[in-house]
Each structure stands twice: as structure tokens, then as C-alpha cells.
């Protein structure tokens, strides 16, 4: 059976009035809101509600209730919308000294200090996930960009280090857990 649709003409002015009845709003703080009775916005916060993290630029919406809100962080499937944003600071020689992306996914990565020895390293590789990393060093050094764990970079070996060159920017995305394939395929 087909459903029918009603069409009216928009009130904006009865739609907030609405939502102010809900307690449904949008909230701004710097820090991630903390879920729970004595959380954030509690007694406050509708079901909807949404809350901007003016220091990350993430947002989040309320799906617990008003008395104990439950702050999820807002994504969407495929990588596509809400991303995170990192300033990484390249370090160390090898994987294991690198500096770690603690962006979650989808993020938008900005490499600085990398001299060709330097790298960061990508957390582990969850399908999914898509991270748009930029090697943004001043020097024009090569920026070394390494998996987790064992995980693998295209057809590189396990833990092997993909090297970016200066001013170059790559995909990194996650098709099967446990492997990263990059766009374009050697970021140079």
C-alpha cells in the first residue's frame, strides 16, 4: 500500500517554538560533552539535541534522554560528511616512534615536520575508515606514513612505512580490516 504525504506551508516561527518545547537545541562548548546525569546539558538536553565541540569542530547528538543525556559523536557511513581534523607533528625514524594520528575516522590529517626520516602512523586499519592526510612540510622533505600494528599500506609489506612527497596529498582507506590503500596509489 502507498503512503501519501501531507505538504504544508512552513512555519518557521511554530517549528523552533516547537523544538524549544522538545528542549531541542544546539549547544556549544570546547572539549567533548561527557555523558550522564550530572553530564553535560543534563536536565537541559532533549532527545536530538545537538552539541558542537567548538575546539575540534566535532558535533554531537543527545540519544540518551533529557535527565541523562548520552552524547554520540555525529558520523556518516562511507566516510562522507563530519570529518576530524589533526595537526600531526612528524617524529622518530620507525613505526614504532612515529607520531600517532588520534583522529578518529573520517579525518582530515595535516603532516608538519616530516625530513624524510619522520613519520606518523595511522591507527588500525577498521573497515571503513578514510583518512585524507596532507604531508604539509615547509622544507619539502618526504613525509613517512605508517600502518598499525601489521597492518599493510597497498602492496607494501607489513608495518612498511608509504612515503609521501612534499606538498602531497593522499586517501587512505580501510576496504578489508587490517590493510590501507591509498588514492592515488603513491601519493608523489
Known amino acids: 500500500m502507498a503512503s501519501t ?3 504544508a506551508i512552513f512555519n ?3 517549528w523552533l517554538r516547537r523544538l524549544g518545547n522538545l528542549n531541542i537545541g544546539i549547544l556549544e562548548g570546547t572539549g567533548a560533552p561527557t555523558s550522564g546525569g550530572s553530564g553535560t546539558a543534563a536536565g537541559k538536553a532533549g532527545i536530538g539535541c545537538l552539541y558542537v565541540d567548538s575546539a575540534s569542530g566535532l558535533y554531537y547528538v543527545n540519544t540518551g534522554t533529557k535527565a541523562s543525556p548520552t552524547w554520540t559523536q555525529l558520523t556518516i557511513a562511507g566516510g562522507a560528511g563530519l ?3 589533526q595537526s600531526v607533528a612528524a617524529a622518530g625514524s620507525v613505526q614504532g616512534d612515529a607520531a600517532a ?3 578518529s575516522a573520517p579525518g582530515n590529517i595535516l603532516g608538519t615536520g616530516a625530513n624524510a626520516t619522520k613519520g606518523i602512523i595511522l591507527p ?3 573497515a571503513g575508515a578514510i583518512y585524507n592526510i596532507k604531508n604539509a612540510d615547509a622544507a619539502n622533505a618526504v613525509l613517512k606514513v605508517y600502518p598499525a600494528g601489521t597492518d599493510t599500506i597497498n602492496a607494501l ?3 612498511a612505512a608509504i ?4 606538498k602531497t596529498s593522499a ?3 580501510c576496504v578489508t580490516a587490517g590493510s590501507w590503500l591509498t588514492l592515488p596509489l603513491v601519493p608523489s
Open 5 to 7: 504525504l501531507a505538504f
Open 12 to 14: 518557521p516561527t511554530a
Open 83 to 85: 570529518n576530524s581534523a
Open 101 to 103: 594520528i588520534t583522529a
Open 124 to 126: 588500525a586499519a577498521v
Open 157 to 159: 609489506s607489513a608495518s
Open 163 to 166: 612515503s609521501m612527497a612534499a
Open 171 to 173: 586517501v587512505f582507506m
